[in-house]
Structure formats: structure tokens, C-alpha cells
């Protein structure tokens, strides 16, 4: 069975710091484009951050550039997202996502992806 299993969301105040974590199980993560949306109250789902398979393509939206870092640990099938300095403006649910795009100049699309973590929550406030 497939599945994704986020963690390491909370609150956080302004400035601080998170690491997001989507443990993999059902297939291993060598193989394909991982990705991290968010959706904000009353947004749209956007595309934070994605890497390709072979680790040669990595996006960032260019509100998160120079403070969000994504990775892979194949040995622990599990993708993450390191947030620093963190702003009110990143509060949301944040998603892992794998088998989809990722494209250089546009990133994740969310209608690629197949799978999906159930989501966790970041809040960003003082």
C-alpha cells in the first residue's frame, strides 16, 4: 500500500525555523520527482519546491528562495523541507507529493502528482 506520512509541522514564531518530514512506504522514492505544496486559508494549493528523480532539477517559489531547502534520504525513503526564517505569510498546510512534473522554470504542478500526505499544519505567528 502506498503511502505518505508527514510530520514536523507546528507553531513557530517569526524567524524560526521547521523541518517537514514525509516518510514514504509501499515504494521507494529513488525513482521519482517529490514536490511540497501549501495551502494557505482561502488560497489556492501552490507549488513550494520540488526535485527531480535524479536530483539534477530543484524549484523553489520565489517567495520561499534562500530560506526553504528540500531533500531526499533514499536509505530512509523520506523527502523533507527545511523552512528558516520563517514569516505570518508561510502559515499553511503544507502537502508532500510524489510521482509528478518537475519543471525548472514553473516547478510542481499539482495535477500531476498521484500521491499525496495527509498534510501539516504550519503556523507561523509571535
Known amino acids: 500500500q502506498v503511502q505518505l506520512v508527514e510530520s514536523g509541522g507546528g507553531w513557530v514564531q517569526p524567524g524560526g525555523s521547521l523541518r517537514l518530514s514525509c516518510a514514504a512506504s509501499g515504494f521507494s522514492l529513488d525513482y521519482f520527482q517529490i514536490a511540497w505544496f501549501r495551502q494557505a486559508p482561502g488560497k489556492e494549493r501552490e507549488g513550494v519546491s520540488c526535485?527531480?528523480?535524479?536530483?539534477?532539477?530543484?524549484y523553489y517559489t520565489d517567495s520561499v528562495k534562500g530560506r526553504f531547502t528540500v531533500s531526499r534520504d533514499n536509505s530512509m525513503n523520506t523527502m523533507y523541507l527545511h523552512m528558516t526564517n520563517l514569516k505570518p505569510e508561510d502559515t499553511a498546510v503544507y502537502y508532500c507529493?510524489?510521482?509528478?512534473?518537475?519543471?525548472?522554470?514553473?516547478?510542481?504542478?499539482?495535477?500531476?502528482?498521484?500521491?499525496w500526505g495527509q498534510g501539516t499544519q504550519v503556523t507561523v505567528s509571535s
Open positions: 507529493a510524489v510521482e509528478g512534473l518537475c519543471l525548472a522554470d514553473s516547478g510542481p504542478r499539482e495535477y500531476d502528482y498521484v500521491y
Open positions: 526535485i527531480s528523480a535524479k536530483n539534477d532539477i530543484t
